[in-house]
């Protein structure tokens, strides 16, 4: 009981983390490249309601800390790009195949450095490891693409996103919690 008394007096949490999300055209262009390298390599296609590209993975989060987040974002002085996604690759540690940038542009390290400076001086522990701009296309893959650079696609980010993970039977749903715009380019 006095178990039962604690749980529902805990806060829920959110499994929070901001990114960007590809508007329809360019999230086409993902799906049929995740088709294409789970064709060649196997594994599991992300769905293409779920193809983003992470800034900041902030994980489990208490709710009542949302608030605070789209404070801390709407604080962020970012300017839209172009990113042209033309390389694909693996990660052997968690058989994940990505496309990226060969060539990040200066306004998304921008966006992502400011984003995680304003949110590590909000209290936020976020992970160490360096910002490395990929977007999953495939996981549990049973082999390495053979190509590593293709056409470029090209994607035209306009604004991030607060994005809430919530697992069901049917996989991961991601509910978008507050978008913010990015300058337009002078
Ligand atoms: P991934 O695509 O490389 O797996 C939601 O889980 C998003 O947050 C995914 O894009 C995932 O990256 C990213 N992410 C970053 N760090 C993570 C972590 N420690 N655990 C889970 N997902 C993480």
């Given at each position: 009981m006095a178990e039962a008394a604690a749980d529902a007096g805990r806060a829920p949490n959110l499994r929070l983390f901001f990114a960007l999300w590809p508007d329809a055209a360019t999230r086409a262009g993902l799906h049929a490249r995740a088709r294409a390298l789970h064709s060649e390599c196997g594994g599991r296609a992300m769905r293409r309601d779920t193809i983003h590209l992470t800034l900041a993975f902030l994980g489990e989060t208490p709710v009542r800390q949302v608030e605070r987040l789209r404070a801390v974002a709407a604080g962020v002085q970012g300017e839209g790009f172009a990113l042209d996604l033309d390389r694909v690759g693996s990660w052997h540690r968690n058989r994940i195949l990505w496309t990226g940038p060969s060539m990040v542009p200066p306004a998304l390290a921008a966006l992502a450095q400011d984003l995680e400076g304003r949110l590590r001086a909000d209290g936020c522990a976020l992970e160490a490891r360096a910002f490395s701009p990929h977007v999953t296309?495939?996981?549990?893959?049973?082999a390495a693409p053979?190509?590593?650079?293709?056409?470029p696609l090209r994607w035209t980010v306009g604004s991030f996103v607060l994005v809430a993970s919530e697992l069901s039977a049917a996989g991961a749903h991601y509910r978008t919690i507050g978008r913010w715009p990015l300058k337009r380019r002078g």
């Open positions: 296309l495939v996981r549990n893959a049973h053979r190509e590593a650079q293709l056409a």
